[in-house]
């Protein structure tokens, strides 16, 4: 079946420091991976997408490659900022009977401090 | 653009009552709509899928009596969480998508069910 493991949370960092969120995937087929993100109050936004092995999705200085041989997509970004604090969900796409459907991650916390 | 709202945004009822929860995409006609239920520390679950005018498909496990959906028009849908038992208290999200298959989400839906 279809699942996405991404790394436990909260993560806690100062201003300017490097993040890395870990997301793992099983599929059937090739999915599209994104990274979406929850900051408080508000709803789910995509951060970035990629929809073929080794496609790079990036966006407001996050990035994350589609590695097909390890299945993962995990987060990066260089240098974080007070402004990137929220939930971070990975997530993939797979095919309903309905049509297309995403499946989640558990979601991970980034707490960033000035 | 592609704002999805969600009325209302936190609900409590008495045990036994019914409660529905409306989805609107404000700005862009939506084929289809998907609801979510999100449990803490936990990931979105995806519980159905909708097309405006057909029935909506349920994913296994959750209950097509218990959790009516109605997805009358291309900017509305509903889901009514009938003789809601405490149980059900949870975060419910919808999300819209245009033929693209973007999805974009709702700010969700706080149920506590007494």
């Known amino acids: 079946g279809n699942s996405v493991t991404q790394m436990e949370g909260p993560v806690t960092l100062s201003e300017e420091a490097f993040l890395t969120i870990n997301c793992t995937y099983t599929?059937?087929?090739?999915?599209?991976l994104f990274w979406y993100v929850q900051y408080p109050g508000e709803g789910l936004q995509l951060l970035l997408k990629?929809?073929?092995?080794?496609d790079k999705g990036s966006n407001k200085g996050f990035e994350a490659t589609y590695r097909k041989e390890t299945t993962s997509f995990h987060l990066e970004k260089g240098s974080v900022q007070v402004s990137d604090s929220a939930v971070y969900f990975c997530?993939?796409?797979?095919?309903?009977?309905?049509?297309?459907?995403?499946?989640f991650g558990k979601g991970t916390t980034l707490s960033v401090s000035s | 653009g592609a704002v999805v709202s969600q009325h209302p945004s936190w609900v409590i009822c008495k045990s036994g009552t019914s409660v529905k929860i409306e989805c609107r995409s404000l700005?862009?006609?939506?084929?289809?709509m998907f609801w979510y239920r999100q449990f803490p520390k936990q990931s979105l679950m995806l519980m159905a899928t909708?097309?405006?005018?057909?029935?909506?498909?349920?994913e296994q496990g959750v209950e097509k009596d218990k959790f009516l959906i109605n997805h009358a028009s291309l900017t509305l849908s509903t889901l009514t969480v009938t003789s809601a038992h405490p149980e059900d208290s949870s975060f419910y999200i919808c999300?819209?998508?245009?033929?693209?298959?973007?999805?974009?989400f709702g700010p969700g839906t706080r149920l506590t069910v007494l």
């Open positions: 700005d862009f006609q939506a084929t289809t």
């Open positions: 990629a929809t073929k092995a080794d």
């Open positions: 999300s819209a998508s245009r033929e693209n298959n973007e999805q974009f």
């Open positions: 909708s097309n405006e005018g057909s029935k909506a498909t349920y």
């Open positions: 599929a059937t087929g090739y999915p599209s």
């Open positions: 997530a993939l796409s797979a095919t309903t009977g309905a049509g297309t459907a995403l499946i």
